[in-house]
């Protein structure tokens, strides 16, 4: 991996700095993984810097954000079937999980974050219940949030399940660059009481939290009234409905204190007056348009309407257990498809702005301009004709040529 240097000046053919204004043979200036200036590089021939990069080709762009994934669910790519019963995939995953040696897991980790840079994410929100994932993060120079999952539908072991939790936060590592948070599971899996304590920790602690939110009908089916294909899951595996909630997925959430400025993952199936709710809490979306293809859900998503209320909304792959990639230009090319209408600066926003604030990582990231970080990918793209370069971006495929991360270069494919 490259060292980071103190200044650096980078020029190129093309620098797309936001999703409204892009700069031919225009130059960034960084220091201390920060920029501060961008402009003409005619205007910018002066300034003298440690390191420079002239790239003759290409253009750059900031670096795309994952605002959902489960790294380490990564060793059951292309290995879990498509279950018409979203209960028999969660079985199956908990089958597998079982059966994986450790190495296994942590092998495919590791190659999956690789993947996440290659493919031009430089910033992501992992959930995991292990240990493990942190570390590996750490080395690769990505930005990310690493939430901490828990769950337990039954409220006899929500003592333990949030003692562990605990320690899993307590001992993870944290630095510039990685955050930590929190994540209960989703209102079908976790009890109120274990519920209560998490919430409770997260604002003693004062961590991000992350909820899987309306992901299935069957999830409200089973919140409001206990019944349905969680309720014969739950009972299969020997936990009986002791303490249905008796509300909405939302209500769940908001009653527990989950909902203020989290970030709900899916949100594909709101009930009335949802949106309304999260807009009141400060809650953002993470929409992952390919894990609804993967499992062949007709979800007539509320992106729009979300985007309309002034809601935070990134894109997330979810997992390579309900996913063919870790790609969220393939995200946005889905979004693109299901929403034709949608204009190209709002479907870009969802890759970089979006995605960051929907995080509560609203420092500037996913732009490139003065006093944001330097976090920024080299495609290799030379737009011509009356092309776009959003829309060349989000239609590109492949590994990037470049990325870096606050300032440092993480990735090189040169
Ligand atoms: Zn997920």
Same mark, same amino acid.
């Given at each position: 991996?490259?060292? +980071? ?9 093309? @620098? ?6 892009? %700069? ?55 290995? &879990? ?6 209960? !028999? ?16 897991? *942590?092998?495919? /980790? ?15 929100? !992992?959930?995991? +219940? *292990?240990?493990? @994932? ?21 409220? $006899? ?17 944290? /630095? ?14 976790? +009890? ?14 004062? &961590?991000? &939290? ?22 014969? &899951? ?47 809490? #400060? ?26 209320? $002034?809601?935070? @909304?990134? %894109? ?5 257990? +309900? ?30 702005? #979006? ?6 990582? !609203?420092?500037? %990231? ?49």
């Amino acid at each position: 991996m490259a060292q +980071s240097h103190k200044t650096l000046k980078v020029s190129a053919p093309l @620098v797309v700095a936001t999703n409204r204004q892009w %700069l031919e043979n225009a130059t960034i200036i960084v220091k201390n993984g920060i920029i501060t200036d961008i402009g003409p590089t005619r205007n910018l021939s002066n300034v003298k810097a440690d390191k420079v990069i002239k790239l003759k080709e290409g253009l750059i762009s900031a670096g795309l954000v994952n605002a959902h994934c489960h790294l380490e669910l990564s060793f059951l790519a292309g290995k &879990l079937k498509r279950r018409t019963l979203f209960t !028999d995939w969660i079985e199956d995953l908990i089958a597998a999980r079982l059966k994986a040696t450790k190495i296994t897991v *942590s092998t495919a /980790t590791a190659k999956a974050a690789r993947r996440l840079i290659e493919m031009g994410v430089t910033c992501v929100g !992992d959930v995991t +219940s *292990s240990f493990d @994932v942190t570390p590996v993060l750490v080395k690769t120079g990505l930005r990310a949030t690493v939430y901490h999952e828990t769950l337990g539908y039954d409220p $006899g072991i929500a003592n333990e399940q949030h003692n562990n939790l605990i320690s899993r936060v307590s001992s993870a590592t944290c /630095t510039d660059l990685i955050r930590l948070g929190v994540s209960p599971h989703a209102a079908y899996s976790v +009890s109120g009481a274990l519920l209560k304590k998490t919430t409770e920790y997260a604002k003693t602690k004062r &961590l991000p &939290l992350t909820v899987h939110l309306c992901e299935t009908e069957d999830e409200t089916t089973f919140s409001k009234f206990g019944k349905g294909p969680f309720s014969l &899951l739950h009972n299969r595996r020997g936990v009986f409905n002791v303490s249905v909630h008796g509300k909405t997925p939302a209500r769940v959430m908001a009653d527990g204190n989950a909902l203020e400025n989290a970030l709900c993952v899916h949100f594909n199936y709101p009930s009335r007056g949802d949106i309304a709710l999260l807009k009141k809490k #400060g809650a953002s979306v993470v929409f992952c348009p390919n894990s609804n293809k993967w499992f062949k859900r007709k979800v007539n998503h509320a992106l729009p309407k979300l985007l309309k209320n $002034g809601i935070a @909304v990134g %894109l997330g792959t979810d997992s390579l257990a +309900s996913n063919t990639d870790l790609d969220i230009r393939a995200e946005a090319r889905q979004v693109m498809k299901l929403f034709p209408d949608m204009p190209l600066e709002t479907v870009y926003k969802l890759m970089t702005t #979006g995605g960051a604030k929907a995080m509560g990582v !609203d420092n500037g %990231l996913g732009e490139l301009k003065p006093s944001s970080p330097f976090d920024a990918i080299h495609l290799n793209i030379n737009v011509s004709g009356k092309k776009s370069p959003l829309h060349a971006i989000i239609d590109s495929r492949g590994p990037v040529l470049r990325s870096w991360v606050a300032g440092k270069e993480i990735f090189n494919n040169n």
